[in-house]
C-alpha cells in the first residue's frame, strides 16, 4: 500500500456513506477498513488508515456542526 492518504479518502467516503459500514467502522474499524480496502494489511498500516479515518471523520463531523450552529445567528 503506496500511499495511505489514497485509502483514508477511499475509506471514509464509503464509511460516511454506508450506514451499515459505519456501524461496522464503529464496532470493528479494522474489519471494516478491511473489507473496504479488500485485502489484509499489516497492523502498523491498518492501524494509520483507521486512525486516519477517524480523524476525518471526527474533523468532517466538527465543521458540519460548526456551520449549522454559524446559521443560526
Given at each position: 500500500m503506496a500511499d495511505v492518504k489514497a485509502e483514508i479518502t477511499k475509506v471514509v467516503e464509503k464509511v460516511t456513506k454506508d450506514e451499515k459500514l459505519m456501524d461496522q467502522f464503529k464496532k470493528d474499524p479494522v474489519k471494516a477498513v478491511e473489507s473496504v480496502v479488500g485485502v489484509d494489511l499489516p497492523d502498523d498500516v491498518i492501524n494509520k488508515v483507521v486512525d486516519g479515518?477517524?480523524?476525518?471523520?471526527?474533523?468532517?463531523?466538527?465543521?458540519?456542526?460548526a456551520g449549522s450552529i454559524k446559521n443560526l445567528f
Open positions: 479515518v477517524k480523524a476525518k471523520i471526527s474533523i468532517d463531523k466538527l465543521g458540519s456542526i
